[in-house]
């Protein structure tokens, strides 16, 4: 054979071995074949080598002979393991590297020659280390290939891989060499901001940075309060990638089942014209990526675009080319929400396997915010409706009575509600809490407040109502039990029942204060109600008040409670006074006693009789 034979017979075993790697990516869950090829192109470079060390030796030799031959054997096999476009690795017996090509570091995410000198065994996953060096001595020593399937782990990845073995006799070299061939069949990439070991090339390091403090700003921008206020999470995270780490950025979200394109960010310099409409416009279904990366949950990198139609196309034809791509990254949004597809132009640096892994962190924060976004405003509303189930916006007027109440939320959903309504002969009102916190307590709170409003309109005796309400609960079976207090105005007399409620108290137009008797038992722990009843006359000038648990309980810097005493001592201060300004001074002396902190709901009512 001819160096230009051989030279051509090289290239020829390039292609062949680049088409087995694109069938690999295309296929991962069907790896045997391509092993087996792979094999077989191994074989075919073995003989190959073997043909041009036969020539080599058929060639006159030059001064210094011998050397010079075995130089230009050497210079053929560096140019082989250069070219060769899967990882190889040349080891001794010993299983030390002696030789590495570029693929190899590339893959590895190791700097060039980074591995040379060191025990490749250290790379191989613990559990199989023992049975990777009885491999190793086996084919030492029988010359027969093997191939086992194994996991490498360097710089933070993890590689499972088909490990093939050959052995290898090397010019120059003593002993007797093995060439191991990895083909990857599963990538697990690096946790985020997980150190490297031994990184001193400065422009590793800058770009180790610069992914980092991308994490850092995408995670302050999607935790900003308007990022949960607003949909703006997606927008905002589009346009940091864009200004700084893609030409072009899109995301698509998943919506009935079907991706659905939501956000196109062009290039700084790319006017807004009909390109970008197209795009926008095109069903991401159209394209195999975006369902790939569906499919798999995992990202893809495309450090070279060599299929332009994996993105659909547009009326100029393949969106990739249309976009000028060169290469491309797609990754997904968080759980299967979406997909997030970064492209950049052919005079850009590629997309390498660490921006991989920074861009899977990326798309799992953008799902996290996206989620939480609509998580929050989903509780929200559901907040505000259950708010507004548990307190009237307007007090109705009640003849030959003032009214007033203040009402403070707590630190989560509400559970305390009050209420004025009409009832046979006259008005009711209520007021009371179910015992726990959020929706569920605030949902069952409601319940019973809607059962008093509902209830009073058949009822004369608001204890009747009382023990319909508490049957109806124990009936709901909801586990939560329930204080409250309801009272019927007739003329100047107000019957009410409690069930374990705070006393109401009445402020005496001298200044006098009176708690109620109060009592009971709460709704919903047991069938047959234990009310406390009571009627109370309440003459012009003096002021019947209601109060939730949290005025009471409130606490302040020492842990002090703030007290029925304490509440006595504001009201005898408020004689005379209209109940609005009666409880604003409540509410106003709790603010200062406690330091605005708010921890229950606060409810004030008050009654006064003109």
């Given amino acids: 054979m001819t160096m230009p034979d051989l030279e051509h017979a090289l290239d020829a075993l390039a292609g062949r071995v680049s088409s087995l790697r694109e069938a690999r990516t295309a296929y991962p869950a069907d790896l045997a074949p391509t092993l087996d090829a792979a094999l077989a192109e191994l074989d075919t470079a073995a003989e190959l080598l073997a043909e041009a060390r036969e020539e080599l030796r ?27 476009p899967v990882p190889v690795i040349v080891l001794d017996g010993g299983g030390v590297v002696r030789r590495i090509n570029p693929e190899t570091s590339r893959v590895l995410g190791s700097p060039d020659g ?46 499972t891989v088909q490990l093939a073995l050959t052995r290898l006799t090397m010019p120059g070299e003593p002993q007797q060499m093995v060439a191991a061939v990895a083909l990857p069949t599963e990538v697990q990439l690096p946790e985020p901001g997980a150190l490297r ?11 180790a940075a610069r992914r980092q403090d991308l994490l850092t700003r995408m995670g302050r921008l999607l935790l900003d309060e308007e990022a949960l206020l607003r949909p703006v999470a997606l927008q905002r ?83 990739l080319t249309a976009m000028g791509a060169g290469s491309v990254l797609c990754v997904p949004i968080g759980r299967a929400d979406g997909v997030l ?15 991989l892994a920074v861009m899977q ?37 009640v003849p030959g009575y003032e009214a007033a109440a203040v009402y403070h939320p707590g630190s989560s959903v509400g559970a305390e509600f009050y209420d004025v309504f009409p ?58 039990f329930v204080m409250a207090v309801a009272g019927f105005v007739k003329g100047r007399q107000i019957r009410l029942s409690s069930a374990g409620h705070h006393p109401a108290v009445t402020l005496q137009p001298d200044g006098g204060v009176r708690f109620a008797a109060g009592g ?72 200062a006693f406690s330091g605005g902190q708010v921890w229950d709901e606060i409810v004030v009512f008050a009654l006064r009789g003109v």
Wanted: aromatic share 4%; glycine share 10%.
């Fill in 423 to 480: 009832v046979s002969g006259g008005w009711g009102f209520a007021l009371g809490g179910a015992a726990g916190k959020g929706e569920e307590a605030a949902s069952v709170s409601a319940m019973v407040r809607g059962g008093l409003r509902v209830l009073s309109v058949w009822e004369t005796d608001p204890d009747l109502v009382m023990r319909k309400v508490n049957q109806a609960l124990v009936t709901q079976g909801t586990g939560m």
């Fill in 237 to 319: 995270a589009s346009r940091l990638l864009a200004a700084e780490w893609a030409d072009w950025v899109i995301a698509d979200m998943v919506r009935d089942g079907a991706p659905r394109r939501s956000v196109v960010m062009a290039p700084k310099n790319h006017p807004l014209g009909e390109l970008v409409r197209q795009i926008e416009s095109a069903d991401p279904s159209a394209g195999q990526l975006v369902l790939q990366v569906l499919e798999r949950g995992s990202g893809m990198v495309l450090e070279m675009v060599d299929d332009d139609t994996l993105l659909g196309f547009c009326a100029d034809g393949p969106l």
């Fill in 361 to 397: 962190e990326v798309g799992l924060q953008i799902g996290l915010a996206v989620r939480a976004q609509s998580s929050f405003q989903s509780r929200s509303r559901a907040a505000d409706a259950l708010s507004a189930s548990v307190a009237p916006r307007n007090l109705p007027d």
């Fill in 197 to 207: 070991p031994e990184q001193s090339d400065g422009a590793l390091l800058l770009a």
């Fill in 520 to 591: 009971g038992v709460p709704l919903g722990i047991s069938p047959e109600a234990e009310t406390g009843v009571q009627t109370l006359t309440i003459s012009p000038g003096e002021t019947l008040l209601l109060y939730s648990e949290g005025l009471i309980s409130s606490r302040n810097e020492h842990g002090e409670p703030y007290g029925e005493e304490r509440l006595a001592d504001v009201l005898s201060r408020c004689a005379g006074q209209a109940p609005s300004t009666v409880v604003k001074a409540v509410e106003a002396d709790r603010h």
């Fill in 58 to 84: 058929k060639a006159p030799k030059r001064a210094g002979g011998r050397k010079d031959g075995g130089q230009r054997e050497l210079k053929l096999l560096r140019q082989v393991l250069r070219a060769f």
């Fill in 114 to 159: 980074y591995l040379v000198g060191r025990s490749f065994p250290l790379l191989v996953d613990v559990s199989r280390r023992a049975a990777f060096r009885s491999h190793l001595t086996s084919v030492l020593q029988t010359g027969q290939p093997a191939a086992f399937e194994t996991r490498l782990a360097h710089q933070g990845r993890t590689h």
């Fill in 341 to 355: 597809t970064l492209v950049r132009a052919h005079d850009r640096p590629p997309f390498a396997l660490a921006d």
